[in-house]
């Protein structure tokens, strides 16, 4: 912990249209005199083209980029049936169980937004997904405001990507040896990777 915050927080935006996400870390900061965790600015982004049904995804573990190229893989999602409201749409649950980062996930989708993408790596509900809570409120990744506009380049990828070109099976693979190694030494593996 830095200073007396219990929490962290910090802005990302999804663009989308009714065939794509692209999903991004913010450079706007919660509070503007929070220096937060500025200096470590990572490769991190996630898209989703579901009418090609393809993934491209960046993100850094451990220091090294990978550059996921793949079919789309969604979740096994059990649909629950609550309801609550979201950004100003009404939403329902589901929950899902990642059983190699040992988290619960509970995903709340819009019941008037039919899309299939949703927040960090999270896809294939009737609805788009607006709100994912991890293991109880460990981390909650939550919309808060939904704008119509125009979209040019921000469904783009960057020109220049640097990373190791890998499948979603080796990205798991890798996943797990950091996931496993941290274990075998107890030690917590959740600094290296992407909660």
Known sequence: MYSNNAEWSSYSLMHFTPTQTHYVESDEKVNPDDQGYSWRKETFWIRRDFEQG???DAITMEGKVYQIQDSIRCQDWKILNDMKEVAGHLCMNASWEDTVKQQKIIAWFALDIPHSGGPERLCGLPGLILEMDVNNGAMVVSANRIESKKLTTELDLPK?????????????KALNKIIQDATKEEQPYFWSIRY
Do not use: A, D, V
């Open 160 to 172: 220049k990507i640097k990373g190791k070109k890998s499948t979603e099976q080796e990205y798991q």
């Open 54 to 56: 393809t993934m491209h």
